[in-house]
């Protein structure tokens, strides 16, 4: 499958879908609790070191550019303090995210119940895996939905050095863009761990730092219920949830989506991605 053929239908599938204003310098987008510059900054993570989750009231984005297909290249990013939580926009709009895939276990079934009620969701996938899995991610970029760039061993970057954090990216970067048909415009840190650095290198590289309002918690494996209950409690405008669809038994996590996804429909959300301000 030819990259050109990738992006053709990935803009066409995803003409339409939200816009997230990014054109604010650094600190002008207050979406986590101000910090002392420089420090990590630690959204509720997941893995063995998460915090409880952060409420979804008080943090909101710039507000949305018009819908419709960008028509040039997206404005570089500036090097932000924190990462973007939530996005504003139209209505009851939501994101659906996706982390450490993609799994050949779990990702295809996740990626046949998106594409039964025809929704789009990020994936933030880890440079290791997709590296093993190109033909998902050709999957995705098929079905229009967004892939970012999850570094290639899920490491906790504030430990790392900068070189290390560089290669850790932009590595993932360059398997994206072969697997995927272009290089990720947006970027999560695992674990939610920040610091000055991640924000540089991602600005560096042309990435958005995106974080969650809404943790599903799956990781922890609390029972399809708690995961459902979780998301849907959650469910407001502008929230971005996280789940994952790698990392171990996910199980639990396919079950809920098919749960969850048809009631929020029901509910009136638009499951949607963001996309950078264009020029």
């Known amino acids: 499958m030819e990259k050109d053929q990738l992006l053709t239908r990935r803009r066409a599938l995803t003409a339409g879908v939200a816009v ?28 063995p070191q998460a915090r409880a989750p ?7 984005l710039l507000p ?12 570089p990013p500036p090097v932000r303090r924190e990462p973007l939580l939530e996005m504003s926009g139209r209505g009851r ?29 990020m994936f933030f996938v880890c440079g290791g895996m997709a590296a093993d899995n190109k033909h998902l ?29 560089r290669s850790e990216i932009e590595r993932t970067s360059d398997v994206i863009e072969d697997a995927y048909g272009e290089r990720p415009l947006w970027f999560r840190a695992p674990y939610g761990a920040w610091n000055r650095a991640t924000f540089q290198i991602g600005a560096d590289l042309d990435m958005e730092p995106l974080a969650w309002t809404v943790d599903s918690r799956d990781w922890t494996t609390p029972g399809t219920g708690t995961i459902v209950h979780r998301v849907e409690h959650g ?10 669809d790698a990392g171990g038994d996910r199980s639990q996590t396919v079950r809920a989506l098919r749960d969850y996804l048809p009631q929020l429909l029901d509910r009136g959300y638009h499951l ?7 020029a």
Do not use: C
């Open 20 to 47: 997230l204003g990014v054109a604010g310098a650094t600190g002008t987008a207050r979406v986590l609790t101000d910090g002392p510059a420089g420090s990590p900054v630690r959204p509720p993570a997941a893995g």
């Open 54 to 60: 952060l409420g979804a009231s008080g943090h909101r």
């Open 64 to 75: 949305m550019a018009g819908d419709g297909p960008p028509s040039s290249r997206p404005l």
């Open 93 to 121: 709009s939501m994101v659906l995210t996706f982390d450490d895939g993609p799994d050949p276990q779990y990702t295809p079934t996740i990626l046949k119940t998106l594409r039964k009620y025809d929704v789009r969701a």
């Open 137 to 165: 991610l050709a999957e995705m970029a098929d079905d229009g939905h967004v892939v970012g760039n999850h570094t290639w061993t899920h490491p906790l970057l504030t430990q790392l050095r900068r070189s290390q954090i």
């Open 235 to 244: 469910a407001a405008p502008g929230v971005i949830v996280l789940s994952h």
């Open 272 to 278: 949607t991605v963001p996309r950078r301000r264009y």
